[in-house]
């Protein structure tokens, strides 16, 4: 399968290393979007990617999937043209809280939205459990180092936020985009809970998720390694964007 990736921050190279980096067996990344020529030049050698500052010609480019790795606002501007012409696979899923935007992507005549789980696991437990309607509470609670989540220190683990969703990921879309796919698999951006600590303690980005409804209840809490390129993202954001790409090739799907 031919790739475009769009970002080639921690999560992009990660999977540049890992896939191009190792001659991977049925995936490949052709092509690389980019706002800055100069800065990413260097992996046009290295990875044997061509880079593009125009998206018309990136989209033209012959590849089969669109996987991003950019940022919130990158997917807001630039999704409804991707959407059109290419299957894609968002990280910044925290775009989706947009409703305008979720229509557009969701509408009949646009191509198919990959949407890892990213930072935490379990969304295949609440998609069952909201199956019959009666899936009643989802509670994200994350803990992650003071420094990625505040810019003052603070001596004390602190409580920033508290709140819904929908406010989560508009404070915090650099930490929260884990808050909008646990809504999408649940029970939507109003009615699911968040809880984000702020701990000068902490050396993991840790979520814990809470799930009540008839099913009975869930409690699952992921510990994650930062990626060290940037400790705001967890390592499993960046794996779980590489696993689901090779899932994508096999016909036994487990658990989605
Ligand atoms: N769902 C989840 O669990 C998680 C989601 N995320 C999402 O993944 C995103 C990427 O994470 P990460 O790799 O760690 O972030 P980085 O900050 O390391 O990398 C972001 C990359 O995106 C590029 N970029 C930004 N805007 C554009 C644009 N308009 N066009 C092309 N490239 C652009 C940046 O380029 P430049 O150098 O020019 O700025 C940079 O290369 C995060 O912003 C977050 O939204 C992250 C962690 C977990
Ligand atoms: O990587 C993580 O732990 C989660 C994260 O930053 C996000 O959801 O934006």
């Known amino acids: 399968m031919n790739i475009g990736l769009v970002g080639s921050g921690a999560i992009g190279q990660y999977l540049l290393k890992n896939i191009n980096g190792k001659t991977h067996e049925h995936l490949n990344i052709r092509s690389v979007f980019v706002r800055n020529y100069d800065k990413y030049k260097h992996l046009e050698e290295q990875y044997n990617v061509e880079l593009f500052t125009d998206l018309k010609k990136f989209l033209a480019a012959d590849t089969d999937l669109i996987v991003e790795a950019a940022n919130v606002e990158t997917v807001k501007t630039l999704l409804p043209d991707i959407i059109k012409e290419k299957d894609t696979m968002l990280i910044s ?136 390129e940037n400790p705001k993202t967890s390592a499993l954001a960046a794996l779980s964007v590489y696993a689901t790409l090779e899932r994508m090739a096999e016909n036994v799907k487990i658990g989605f």
Do not use: C, W, Y
């Open 93 to 228: 899923i925290g775009a989706l809280a947009d409703e305008g935007l979720l229509k557009t992507v969701t509408a009949e005549n646009s191509k198919t939205l990959h949407l890892p789980s990213g930072g935490i696991g379990g969304l295949d437990l609440v998609q069952n459990a909201r199956a019959l309607g009666n899936l009643e509470k989802v509670t994200l609670t994350t803990r992650k180092p003071a420094s990625s989540l505040v810019d003052e220190p603070v001596s004390a683990e602190t409580t920033v936020f508290k709140g819904k969703a929908r406010e989560a990921i508009d404070k915090f879309p650099r930490n929260m985009n884990i808050s909008i796919i646990l809504s999408l698999a649940g029970l939507g951006i109003d009615k699911t809970e968040v809880v984000l600590i702020a701990d000068p303690e902490a050396d993991k980005n840790t979520h814990t998720i809470n799930i009540s409804g008839g099913f009975g209840d869930a409690e699952l809490t992921v510990s994650n390694n930062p990626l060290p």
